[in-house]
């Protein structure tokens, strides 16, 4: 098995006087070298998390090891100095009477002066503000400011990088740049890095593997790709992208998958994920925004009841004649009015489908095996259904649905 750099294993943090722990059973190993992002709502527990990593935030439960080394368990906690961490902070606070050079400096003044003048412009150049060493932060932009926090942070060699929402200060467009730049950064500094954020461009963006928190909780320690196309729980698959659920059938036809949703029959997909068998075949289907198309020729009809204009394209929202409400993305040259009626179908390769019967609350969080099948008594395993390899999984699936 791969060696994980960072390793938290169950870890919670409760704060004195609230009612549900901050972190919550938080398991997840990042390799060295790797960039790991943590994304959720306001108040799920990012920070808390990375402070405890830090070692600034005692852990209730569970432990942390880095690079080999129990860092954190109940009782005991290696101090945060010791860890050898770096951090960089939303409010990077650099020292304003101190240049560029000085500030980047600030954390290797153990090193002899020929020492850390090189080290000082190994990480500007690795930021490309090499020429900017002898300016005052007041003269710089605030994305250099940034990097020159990053710069800052990375002089000492620190064996994990923390980053906590370094972007959120800054203007829209200068963030998606700084997202790519910093991945490149921290790949070429060959930093192993753990970054929060709850903009999911951003998270796509720097992150090799990216967590879905909820209320505590890790819902999802995937790739990207596997977030968006095989979310874990209802509250990744709506948390990430636009989507909705609408209410489905899951039916074998000629031993090939059909989903039959209010839009009509889903069929010819690469893959549709089964968590768990469905009685009866009952299910909720994922339908996101850029799996509907607006097409005039499509039997099925739904009535714009929300738009909007987002530049290349609509984000419409749009109520079927069953009732139920879709979004769909339309080419911006499809300008419809509200309370227009138009033709709308599903084209979906990654089908995502959730048991009816589970709960709906976002609070909870899918464990194989089902604890609600196996409550009646009808485990089975999860299946992956591949268009290409239909055997074991239509067995299954057969298994699940009659
Ligand atoms: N020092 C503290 N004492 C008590 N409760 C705290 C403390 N710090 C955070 N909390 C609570 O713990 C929960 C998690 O907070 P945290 O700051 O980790 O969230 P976050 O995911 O970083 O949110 P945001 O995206 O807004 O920064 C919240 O309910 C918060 O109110
Ligand atoms: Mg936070």
Redesign the pocket.
Known sequence: MKFMFLNLSNISVN?AG?SSP?VNQVSFGLPAGDIGVLI?P???????LLRAVAGLERIDAGSIKLGGELVSQVGTSVAPEARQVGMVFQDYALFPHLNVGRNVAFGIDHLPSNQRAARVAEVLALVGLADQTSRFPHELSGGQQQRVALARALAPRPRLLLLDEPFSNLDVDLRERLAHEIRGILKAAHTTALFVT?DQLEAFAVGDMIGVMHQGSLHQWDTAYSLYHRPATRFVAEFIGHGVFAPAVIKLVDGEVAVQTPLGDLTDMSECPLPCAFAGGACDVLLRADDIVHDDDAPVKAQILRKAFRGADFLYTLRLATGETVMALVPSHHDHTLGEWIGIRAQVDHVVTFNRDCPKSHDHVCRMPCEHIAASGEVTQPVLWHAQVPSGAARSLGQATT
């Not at 306001?42 to 808390?48: A, D, I, L, Y």
């Open positions: 704060y609230q901050a959720g306001s108040g799920c527990g990012k920070t808390t709850h």
